[in-house]
């Protein structure tokens, strides 16, 4: 199956930007997606997931600054990043570990989008 970003590019501290994620080949409804991010250099560190029904976990990392959704009916799952700092940049990918109610290993992801935050 497949899990594809986009939505990535270049913005200024403080600006936003809006990720989603195309999930295809396997039954979206019944899984919760999740965000990771990695720079280069970095450990892959988790965003945002959400769960099947719709819960949203956001580590305190950024906290009040992203938002996870998701739209069953698109297969689709979006980031919404806003007030972004230069340490947001990095490539971010979707994935699923293919459990109900959390992604906890990422096991399953697919390219990611490269977000730059840059003055």
């Known amino acids: 199956f497949q899990l594809q970003a986009s939505g990535g590019g270049l913005v200024q501290p403080g600006g936003s930007l809006r990720l989603s994620c195309v999930a295809s080949?396997?039954?979206?409804?019944?899984?919760?997606i999740g965000w990771f991010r990695q720079a280069p250099g970095q450990e892959r560190e988790g965003v945002a997931a959400?769960?099947?029904?719709?819960?949203?976990f956001v580590p305190d990392s950024v906290k009040g600054r992203f938002t996870i959704s998701r739209d069953n009916a698109k297969n689709t799952v979006y980031l919404q990043m806003n007030n972004l700092k230069t340490e947001d940049t990095a490539v971010y990918h979707c994935?699923?570990?293919?459990?109900?109610?959390?992604?906890?290993?990422?096991?399953?992801w697919g390219p990611g989008t490269l977000v730059t935050v840059s003055s």
């Open positions: 080949g396997f039954a979206f409804d019944d899984y919760a």
């Open positions: 959400i769960s099947r029904s719709g819960y949203a």
């Open positions: 994935a699923t570990d293919l459990d109900t109610d959390y992604v906890y290993t990422y096991d399953y």
